[in-house]
C-alpha cells in the first residue's frame, strides 16, 4: 500500500526565469523536491540546510547554490550569504520529537519553535523588502495536517505548525498591496525521511510493529490510503507560484487525502 511511490509529472505551466527562490530544509525530501521544481521553472534556487553536504548535492542537480546552516542559530540565519534579492521563500525545514507533554524535553520544545517559527519570521522579514519594492513575491510556508489538526505526543511540532499557520495570514494581509502572497500548505504524512524516523519513534511509544504505525496511526485518517510523494508537494509549490494562483493568500490548502474531510 505504502511501499511504491507515485511517479509525479510536471503539469503546472510556470516561468520563473528571473526570478530566485531560497528553500530551507532543501537537502532531502519535500525541500529537495522544492528546490528542483522551482529550477525546473527557471528559478535560480539557493538551497539551506544544516547538512551541508546533502544541500551541496541538491544545489548541484539545480544549478543553484547552497548554504549549510543551523536555522535555531538566529546569528547564522543572518549571515546568511544571499547575493541576490529573493522573491521566492519556501519555508520547509522542520524537525519532530515524539514524547508526552509531561516528559517532553524543554530545550527540544524550544529548539523546534526556533527552526520552525522564529526562522520562517526571520526569512521573511529579511525577504519582504525587495518582493515590496518589485511588486511580486511568493511566500510559501510548509505546514501540516497538524498544522490544522493535532495529535498526541507532539506539542511541540503541532504548536510550530500552529504558529506558522498565524504568521502566514499576517503576512497575507500585509503584503496584499504590494503583491506578495504567502500561503501554507497542509500535507498529511508525506514519504520523507522526517516520515521515516517518525515511523520508528511512534512504534516505540506505541509498542506495536513499523508497519503498524503505517496503517493505524498514520493512515487512518485519510481516505486516500497511501503515503504523499515530495513532487506532490513541490507541484503545489509551482503552482502557488503561478499567474493562475496571484488570488490565494492567506489560505491554507490541505493535501491530505482526505484527513481534514473527517
Not at 25 to 51: E, K, M, Q, T, W
Not at 182 to 188: F, L, Q, S, T, Y
Not at 206 to 224: P, Q
Request: net charge negative; hydrophobic share 50%; proline share 5%.
Amino acid at each position: 500500500m505504502t511501499a511504491e511511490p507515485v511517479a509525479v509529472p510536471h503539469v503546472v505551466r510556470v516561468d520563473l526565469s528571473g526570478r530566485s527562490a531560497l528553500v530551507t530544509g532543501g537537502g532531502s525530501g519535500i525541500g529537495r523536491a522544492c528546490a528542483l521544481r522551482l529550477a525546473a521553472a527557471g528559478a535560480a534556487v539557493l538551497v539551506v540546510d544544516r547538512n551541508v553536504a546533502a544541500a551541496k548535492a541538491v544545489a548541484a542537480e539545480a544549478g543553484g547554490r547552497a548554504e549549510g546552516i543551523d536555522l535555531a542559530d538566529v546569528a547564522a540565519i543572518d549571515r546568511l550569504d544571499v547575493d541576490v534579492d529573493v522573491d521566492i521563500v519556501v519555508n520547509n525545514a522542520g524537525l519532530q520529537h515524539v514524547a508526552p507533554v509531561q516528559d517532553f524535553p524543554v530545550e527540544r520544545f524550544e529548539y523546534i519553535q526556533r527552526v520552525m517559527v522564529e526562522a520562517p519570521f526571520l526569512l521573511i522579514r529579511r525577504a519582504l523588502p525587495h518582493m515590496y519594492a518589485n511588486g511580486w513575491g511568493r511566500i510559501v510556508n510548509i505546514s501540516s495536517v497538524h498544522g490544522l489538526r493535532a495529535s498526541p505526543y507532539k506539542a511541540a511540532y503541532v504548536s510550530a505548525k500552529h504558529a506558522l499557520e498565524g504568521l502566514s495570514k499576517v503576512v497575507a494581509l500585509e503584503g496584499a498591496a504590494h503583491g506578495v502572497t504567502a500561503n501554507c500548505i497542509n500535507p498529511a504524512y508525506v514519504r520523507t525521511p522526517l516520515v521515516e524516523s517518525q515511523i520508528a519513534d511512534q512504534a516505540a511509544t506505541h509498542g506495536i510493529g513499523e508497519d503498524e504505525v503505517v496503517e493505524k496511526i498514520m493512515l487512518a485518517r485519510a481516505a486516500i490510503k497511501r503515503l504523499i510523494e515530495p513532487e506532490e508537494v513541490a507541484e503545489l509549490v509551482a503552482y502557488l507560484c503561478s499567474p493562475p494562483a496571484a488570488f490565494i493568500t492567506g489560505a491554507s490548502i490541505a493535501l491530505d487525502g482526505g484527513w481534514t474531510a473527517n
